[in-house]
């Protein structure tokens, strides 16, 4: 079946870790650059991250990921670049824009700390497959019902968008635009999203029916189809994880404390 | 629209048809969302599910399906987007709480909700846009506003928010009611039945 989970089995290590351990690893990547201050952190996360990606072969996936959250990354530097307040030094002049050093260093920042999280999470996100995630969920004692919604969403999400385009197609040869002015476009919404709303509530109706049918509700114990079992390195990841989050809050505090310099 | 409903908004059984509700209100945000960027429009429109499961099934419904939109964008296209689920959280508890005490029947209670729900988005979109983005929204008319106020500061981020955010609450409420009059009646009472029991 058709899924929109980015996931891809490659029997790589990154797939061998437990959904918890790359859950860590997204936590201690985004913390451990932001307690310890300063740029080379985000650079070594992310250098880190991309490293893992391609050494379990999926660093070609992040693409889509990154060039949805790049388009934003750029107007952020364009918009702090030209357009941020307050004193300034001249960098270079484009007509009457002029590029600020200061805003351009402030928007730095910003694109790595983003593109250090991105990359974290396509750690997480490209190696897990979704029903892992449901089943550690499972285990942390969130209810079974709700682990169903999230499994089944990545199947129901592709089922309803590939209506969107019989539906365009319909309403098309039916004479309606969906090119033109922005009244003509907002016009067009609705008569596109109604029958995605009305389908996909029919279908609640029978796939709520078909479920009780299978004893959804049963109050009894669930069991798992497959037992994930992660590889002899997770546990060495976990703890190596949490001596580094450990380690980066006693350097901060030591530092401040006046202990020791701060390398830089 | 739904009449004044009695009990507790919070404390309402999760019956498999509530259930089932918010995988479809997820996906009509998802496809709300991808039609508005068909047609360009300079909206987002991506909580229509989040409202109209929201008037359904009350405020908890609301808020899971709204939280776990994001969740799920977040794990298929735009990692920092799962943060914002806290937004849509939001959006889906003010809505479900004004449906539950029927507001949302006639065009005025309509706008006021749509208002409250732009509201809450903008209070707890503004500081994630400031922790993230540095305070802009990503919508270029609202990038446009908070560059022409110096792109800095929390008052240039929480304009820019509200360009956005109202408009869009008050169109995707607008457009929630009139799909919910629409509905079949056979759906609506699945979820507003009174609690009854058989035994």
Redesign the interface.
């Known amino acids: 079946m058709k899924s ?3 996931y891809e089995e490659k029997h790589s290590f990154l797939n061998g870790l437990s959904p918890e351990t790359k859950l860590l690893y997204v936590i201690v990547a985004i913390a451990v650059p932001v307690i310890l201050g300063g740029r080379i952190p985000f650079f070594a996360f992310i250098a880190m991250s991309i490293t893992l990606l391609a050494g379990s072969g999926v660093l070609r996936n992040t693409k ?2 990154v060039a ?2 790049g388009f ?1 990354l750029i ?2 530097v364009i ?2 670049t ?5 004193t300034f030094t001249e960098l270079f002049r484009i007509g009457p824009l002029v590029a600020r050093k200061e ?1 351009f260093e ?2 730095l920042g ?1 694109v790595l ?2 593109l250090n ?2 990359f974290c ?2 750690v997480f ?1 490209l190696t897990t497959k ?1 029903s892992d995630m449901m089943q550690e969920m499972v285990k942390h004692g969130i209810s079974p ?2 682990g ?3 499994v ?3 199947q ?2 592709p ?3 590939e ?2 385009s019989t539906i ?1 197609d319909a309403q098309r040869s039916r004479g309606m635009e ?1 090119e033109g002015s ?1 009244a003509t ?2 016009k ?3 008569p ?3 029958p ?2 009305m389908n ?2 029919t ?3 029978e ?2 029916i078909a ?2 049918v299978r004893g ?2 049963s109050t009894s114990k669930k069991s798992f189809l497959e037992d994930f079992v992660p590889s002899s390195a997770d546990s060495g990841m976990r703890i190596a994880l949490i001596v580094l989050f450990c380690a980066s809050v006693a350097f901060t505090v030591l530092r401040v404390m006046g202990v020791i310099a701060w390398l830089r | 629209m739904s009449d004044k409903r009695t009990g507790n908004p919070w404390k309402v059984k999760m019956s498999t048809a509530s259930l089932v509700l918010i995988p479809a209100a997820i996906g009509i945000n998802y496809v709300g969302k991808l039609f508005a960027s068909m047609l360009k429009l300079p909206l987002w429109l991506d909580s229509i599910g989040t409202c109209l499961s929201a008037c359904l099934a009350g405020p908890i419904v609301g808020a899971l399906s709204g939280l776990l939109t994001n969740v799920i964008y977040g794990l298929t296209m735009d990692p920092i987007s799962t943060v914002y689920g806290l937004t849509q959280a939001g959006i889906g508890i003010a809505v479900g709480l004004m449906a539950w005490y029927g507001k949302v029947n006639k065009l005025p209670g309509i706008i006021v909700t749509g208002l409250l729900a732009g509201l809450v988005a903008v209070c707890i979109s503004t500081p994630l846009n400031m922790i993230f983005w540095g305070g802009s929204t990503g919508n270029v008319w609202g990038d446009a506003v908070f560059a022409a106020m110096g792109s800095q500061g929390f008052l240039a981020s929480l304009v820019d928010e509200i360009i956005v955010d109202l408009p869009d609450k008050i169109v995707v409420l607008l457009l929630t009611a009139g799909i919910y009059k629409v509905l079949p009646k056979s759906l609506v009472t699945l979820y507003q039945a009174k609690d009854e029991s058989l035994d």
């Open positions: 929109i989970s980015l889509t990921i949805v959250s934003i107007t952020v918009i702090q030209f357009f941020r307040g307050g805003g402030y928007s910003i700390n983003v999280i991105i999470f396509c996100v979704p019902r709700l169903y919604v999230f089944s969403l990545f129901i999400i089922q309803m968008t209506h969107t365009t969906t922005l476009r907002i067009a919404f609705l596109l999203i109604s995605v709303i996909s509530f279908d609640t109706r796939r709520s479920l009780e959804f509700s």
